[in-house]
């Protein structure tokens, strides 16, 4: 019971954390559009839009990275499954915030489609190298750890 209630708390944590993130960068990225192209307000409308889309995007990020709702997956699974759900979902909010009209193109499709891929794949790369180097710690720690234990038994 202990651990679900830690995991609500976790997730909780980052939900709040997260918001707070993204809503920030994405202020920022929206007052530097407005200061480039010269508009001088934002609409009320257009940042409610933004809060949902955030609270929405983090809320999935939470539930696939979080071990609340799914405890057993690795962590490649966890992001192959954001990573198409996320794809999906932004999407969704660059049609409703008219960013995206009509069907589009393959030209634009497959843009779309290879920036998500080529990122997923960066973000695998890393997560190999960083598994690797952390194996190596690991191991190099347990080789000292029965060194040090044969040497105590008298072995």
Known sequence: MQNR????IQFGVWMR???A???TWLLILALIYCHIFDIQAISTKSLTKLMLWIVG???IFNLLFTRFMIKKWSFTA???CFMGAISLYECLGFYWFGFFEGKGSIIQWGTFVGIILALYFVCIMIYQRYSKSQG???TKKLHKYQAERSVQHGK
């Open 5 to 8: 209630r830690n995991r609500f």
């Open 17 to 19: 954390n997260g918001i």
């Open 21 to 23: 993130f993204c809503t």
């Open 57 to 59: 995007g983090v809320f």
């Open 78 to 80: 966890r992001l192959t």
């Open 136 to 138: 190596e710690i690991y």
